[in-house]
């Protein structure tokens, strides 16, 4: 059974950091991402990395910020948030998909888990 799995979302000020995690289980992903939903706006396109790490993927929003990164051995991947603002306020999602391609589409990717809230406060 195909399971993601998310951690680490929290409360922290704007400026701080936060570290979000995502333990995958069932099959193996060759490329992994980071979504994020905030209220009433649609599900955004965060990060991505391939599975060699080799290729990663930001949304504009996300870069000089936001570090992803995979750690095959543990089937884990990793989100490091940093500099946060409060518009990056939202639940965050990992996704997984079976594709070589990192994919910025929210339908690119077959598996996902159930969310972690962040939320920056100003």
């Known amino acids: 059974q195909v399971q993601l799995v998310e951690s680490g979302g929290g409360l922290v000020q704007a400026g701080g950091t936060l570290s979000l995690s995502c333990a995958a289980s069932?099959?193996?992903?060759?490329?992994m991402g980071w979504f994020r939903q905030a209220p009433g706006k649609e599900r955004e396109f965060v990060a991505g990395?391939?599975?060699?790490?080799?290729?990663?993927r930001y949304a504009d929003s996300a870069k000089g910020r936001f570090t992803i990164s995979r750690d095959n051995a543990k089937n884990t991947a990793y989100l490091q948030m940093h500099s946060l603002k409060p518009e990056d306020t939202a639940v965050y999602y990992c996704?997984?998909?079976?594709?070589?391609?990192?994919?910025?589409?929210?339908?690119?990717?077959?598996?996902w888990g159930q969310g972690t809230q962040v939320t920056v406060s100003s």
């Open positions: 990395i391939n599975r060699s790490g080799a290729v990663t």
């Open positions: 069932g099959r193996t992903f060759y490329v």
């Open positions: 996704a997984a998909e079976t594709s070589l391609v990192v994919s910025s589409f929210p339908g690119d990717y077959a598996a």
